[in-house]
């Protein structure tokens, strides 16, 4: 099975621009999904398919991706950001197996 | 609003099968465009991906896990549920259930539960 790549800590001033990378093979043939997870709580949805946010997620949060690597961006980062963030994606295998990265902890200075 | 639930037993014993439930609230179990699935998380670990399953019955399931688990769906009660057999104490973790959809470009988990801790312990 695939393995998606996430650096495992990242940081960024407050009001600043982070990008947040997932590297992995199957990233060439899907695209990458992206949650936020706080302490204590569920995994919250924010990015999806090609450049999708769910209902309630702020534009601050967009998706890009090229090649085997795949981009969250965070643009004037908010306090309330700071938490854990995975990346997910189908299987290269082309079967209905999906993948999670390691995830990074993202510290909003 | 669509809801998942999990509910079991927090505390299993090594060699025992883990055994929990996920009741969907808010929406059909059986709509053709969903699976439904679990994921868990050991404790300060990331998420690791067990399986889902399609209301027909279709299952898919992580490699690594796979001789060990078992998805089933009760679509009469609107539940799917979670069998991991002869546990460890690496099985210690958070289980979330949560909807999964598939396309030809994507796969990923829009609504979660709120998660189960369950023990592994003698």
């Known amino acids: 099975s695939s393995e998606l790549t996430q650096d495992p800590a990242v940081s960024v001033a407050l009001g600043q621009t982070v990008r947040i990378t997932c590297q992995g093979d199957s990233l060439r043939n899907y695209y990458a999904s992206w949650y936020q997870q706080k302490p204590g709580q569920a995994p919250v949805l924010v990015i999806y398919?090609?450049?999708n946010r769910p209902s309630g997620i702020p534009d601050r949060f967009s998706g890009s991706s090229s090649g085997n690597t795949a981009s969250l961006t965070i643009t004037g980062a908010q306090a309330e950001d700071e938490a854990d963030y995975y990346c997910n994606s189908r299987d290269s295998s082309a079967n209905l197996y999906v993948v999670f990265g390691g995830g990074t902890k993202l510290t909003v200075l | 609003q669509l809801q998942l639930q999990e509910s079991g037993p927090g505390l299993v014993k090594p060699s025992e099968t883990l055994s929990l439930t996920c009741t969907v609230s808010g929406g059909s179990i059986s709509s053709s465009s969903y699976y439904w699935g679990w994921i868990r998380q050991p404790p300060g670990k990331g998420l690791e991906w067990i399986g889902s399953i399609y209301y027909s019955g279709s299952t898919y399931y992580n490699p690594s896990l796979k001789s060990r688990v078992t998805i089933s769906i009760d679509t009469s009660k609107n539940q799917f549920s979670l069998k991991l057999s002869s546990v460890t104490a690496a099985d210690t973790a958070v289980y979330y259930c949560?909807?999964?959809?598939?396309?030809?470009?994507?796969?990923?988990?829009?609504?979660w539960g709120q998660g189960s801790l369950v023990t592994v312990s003698s």
């Open positions: 398919g090609k450049n």
């Open positions: 949560a909807r999964h959809l598939y396309d030809f470009w994507s796969g990923y988990c829009d609504y």
